[in-house]
């Protein structure tokens, strides 16, 4: 799986950017697709994540408490995208997103299809001024 993002760059305090990342490859080992974020100095941590739903559970989604209300994540299962909508952003937010995926847990998606537990985008910055 390879995963592509575009849409970082600068901003000020309160301004809105919108990440985008589209998925190609063996896009059977993708279940739950999302981002993550590194601030100069800290450790990557989670943004947001979309999971899509299956037989035994709905399409749900994930926000980090320091995003929620602010960012909204976009999955299209069909086009393997996802997308981070990201309004009244903060000086605090800049930091290198990535896009990032990962299959089903079920063993036969390592075993069968060769899936491997993560996947990475290469990273675009944000930066927001105060």
């Known amino acids: 799986v390879q995963l592509a993002e575009s849409g970082g760059g600068w901003v000020q305090a309160g301004g809105s950017l919108k990440l985008s990342c589209a998925a190609s490859?063996?896009?059977?080992?993708?279940?739950?697709m999302g981002w993550y974020r590194q601030a100069p100095g800290k450790e990557r941590e989670l943004v947001a994540a979309?999971?899509?739903?299956?037989?035994?559970?709905?399409?749900?989604?994930l926000y980090a408490d320091s995003v929620k209300g602010r960012f909204t994540i976009f999955r299209n299962e069909i086009k393997n995208t996802v997308e981070l909508q990201m309004n009244s952003l903060k000086p605090e937010d800049t930091a290198v997103y990535y896009c990032?995926?990962?299959?089903?847990?079920?063993?036969?998606?390592?075993?069968?299809?060769?899936?491997?537990?993560?996947?990475w985008g290469q990273g675009t910055q944000v930066t927001v001024s105060s």
């Open positions: 990032h995926a990962n299959p089903p847990s079920l063993p036969s998606y390592y075993v069968d299809y060769g899936c491997v537990r993560d996947y």
């Open positions: 490859g063996d896009t059977i080992c993708i279940k739950t």
């Open positions: 979309a999971t899509d739903g299956d037989s035994i559970a709905p399409a749900s989604t």
